[in-house]
Every structure is written in C-alpha cells, then in structure tokens.
C-alpha cells in the first residue's frame, strides 16, 4: 500500500525526482568505469613480462658525428661491454622489449587480397641470439640460422627477408587450429611475402602492457642517423655502479650521445606506475563523486520536506507513525535509486562499449563488480536520506493548522 503511495507521490514531483534519477545513473557510470579500469591495472601488474627485467640493460644512443664509422663502432662496443663484470652477451637490436616505442606497432596480412584483414603486431629486428638474451625458447619449428641474418648500413645492404618467427601468443590467435610453422605472411600488401619458420614463448613489448604479439625479423641493420639499440645480458642483478660503469665505456668512443642507460625493471615501473597512478586519481574521483550524491541526496530530501510538510503533517493526523514517514522516505529513496541503477547500467555499457570500439580491445565489465557499486550507492543514498527523513517524522500534526 505504502509503495503505491510513494510511486504517487514521484509522479507528482518529477523534477525532483528526476533529478536523483540522473544523479544516481551518472554516478554509477562514473564509479564503475573507474573501479574497472582500476582492476584491470591491477591485473596487469601480476601478469608475467616473460623476462629476467633486473638481468637486462637497455642502451639506447646516437652518432652525432658525420666522420665516425658505426659498424666499426658497434663491434669495438660490443667488444668492450663484454668486457665489463657482470655483463655475458651485447646484442644489437632495432626494440627493447618491456620499452618498445609506440611506433613500431606494424601490420602483417595472411593474404595479399585488398581486403585482407590487418594483424597488428610489435615488430622486432636482431639476430638468432636474441632468444637466449631474453631467455626466450622455441616452442615449436626453429631459430635463426646465422646465414639467414641480414648484417649492415642501411641502403647498402637489402631489408627484404624471407623469414620470420612468431610469438606463441600471435600464433595461437592468427592460428588457433593449426600449427603457424610454414604459414606466409605479408609485411605489407604488394611485398613479398615471408615464411613463419619458428614460434617462441611469449615476452612483453611494452607500451599497450597487453601486446604479447610479436615478430622477430632476422636483421641487423644500423643507420648513422638514427638512435641505436644494445641489449645486455647479466648474470647478477643491475646496480647502479654497473650502470654507471656501462655509461663510461659507451663514452670512450666520441661523437656520439647516450641516453638511455636503463634496467629493464625501470620501463616496466614506468607503465605501471602510469597508468596505476591514472586509475587510482579516477578512484578518488569516483569517491568524491560517490560523497557528491549522497550530499545532493541529502540536500534533495531536505528541500522536499520543507515542500510536503502539509502533507505529512496530513499523514500524521490520520494516525501515520514515525516510523511510517521515515520508511516513506527510504522506500522512495529506494526506487529512485532502483530507477537511476538501470539507466546507469546502461550508460555504463554503452560508454564501454564505445570505449572499446575505438581501442580495439574487448570490455572489461562484469556483473558482480557493477551489483556490489549499486548496492554500496543504494547504502549510501539510505544513508543520506535517513537524517532528513528522520526529521520530517518529527513534523507535528498540528502544523496542518497553521497558515
């Protein structure tokens, strides 16, 4: 009976009603995409980068100078690094993994047709050695063979390859019901196509913190205008004294710039802390918001009270109890809330699929997370109701006398 009558009483007051209405809805947008996003970052912190981040160093540098020879350089480097305590292997590479750069996410095709579907994937360039830098293994097919590596100047040596590995990851997705060994893919439609020879385990790229979709390239290839790329093996774990041991004798030789002298813990801390730091700031975000409600909430049952204390004081005349008129308010708050609930589920789905549309990557929302943020907004809109509500219990029937 008491729910007909507040379902009454909201179509009588539907400005005000309205408006809790939309407040609970855009609430629950925001907080939900919030605490979705926050938990897919917490995932991602505990997924596996494939890697040994405190036994490699990155070394990124460039040539500065016109007279220098950089294929000499690189051997005499590699040969000096080797030297160093603590470093095992000095390998040549175009990528870092876990520090890949934003543009070196390709395409490869599985036909040549004009409307070939577009893979995108992170594409890497060294040798056969690179595998065991990583402590990457073959899962299946082979490894470089050292006639197969492309080594020198670019434009004057060929870029063309006729084959490639895989990561087991881009296999199984591109592949799911066949080996990938053997397949031809194109690195652009109109080229030559290329021949999978092997699949490796997975490792990290960088930068999507998802993209275990690699290619590996058997190239060596160095321009005397463009950033070079060494990757060192250890066999302890970086300090920064090796770090800086590393840095001087990539100094001996002059006419250049070294910039990057970098575990590879330190580009994995980098995306996290990013993006660990954008999800938790939208969960303050989401708290003020969450406050922000339960205030309009309050401040609306307020204002109503003032505007209805005739009729309650009607209500309390005909024998209506204290606890009836609190109880009239929370079931109004509550059907409000139940009302403002599912257009925010579909705002939030709506948002989320739009948001995924345009990123490419599927949504991340699931029901328990999104029933459990109704349910702690319904409590927090009760909450902030109830003090109101409490106070219009004590309107007196008397009032309804009054001018």
Known sequence: MQTKQVLSTIRRNKATS???????????????????????SLALWNQPTGLAEKQLVAVRHQVFDPTVNVGAMIDKDIERLNRIEGVTATLLTSEIPLDSQRNNIHTVYLTNSADAKENYIERFDSSEALLGMID???????????????????????????VVMVS???????????????????????????????????????????????????LLIYR???????????????????????????????????????????PKKRMYD???????????????AMLITGLG????????????????????????????????????????T???????????FGLNYLMSDQSGTQSGLNWLPLILLIGAIWAVNIFASW??????????PAIVTRG
């Open 274 to 288: 990013g993006r660990g730091s954008h999800s938790f700031t939208l969960l303050g975000i989401s708290g003020l």
């Open 18 to 40: 309205l408006l809790v209405i939309l407040q609970v809805a855009l609430t629950l947008m925001i907080v939900s995409n919030a605490v979705f996003e926050t938990m897919t």
């Open 168 to 218: 087991e990851a881009f296999a199984k997705a591109t592949f799911p019901d066949e080996s990938a060994v053997g397949k031809t893919l194109w690195q652009s439609l109109g080229a030559e196509p290329v021949k999978i020879i092997g699949v490796y385990s997975d490792f990290l790229a960088g930068e999507t913190l998802s993209n275990y979709h690699t290619i590996i390239r058997p």
């Open 136 to 162: 990457a293994t073959v899962v299946e097919g082979r490894n470089f063979n050292p006639s197969e590596i492309t080594q020198g100047q670019f434009g004057q040596v060929s870029s063309n390859v006729s």
């Open 297 to 336: 909430i309050s401040g609306l049952i307020t204002f109503t009270v003032n505007q209805r204390k005739k009729q309650i004081g009607i209500r309390r005349a005909l024998g209506g109890t204290k606890r009836q008129i609190v109880n009239f308010f929370i079931i109004e708050i509550s059907l409000l």
């Open 338 to 348: 139940a009302m403002g609930a599912m257009l925010g589920v579909v705002l939030t």
């Open 387 to 396: 003090l109101p509500a409490k106070r219009a219990s004590l309107i007196e």
């Open 224 to 266: 005397t205008d463009a950033e070079l790329n060494y990757l060192l093996k250890l066999n302890v774990d970086w300090t920064k004294p090796l770090l800086d041991e590393i840095t001087d004798v990539m100094y001996q030789t002059p006419g250049r710039y070294v910039s990057v002298v970098e575990a590879l813990a330190r």
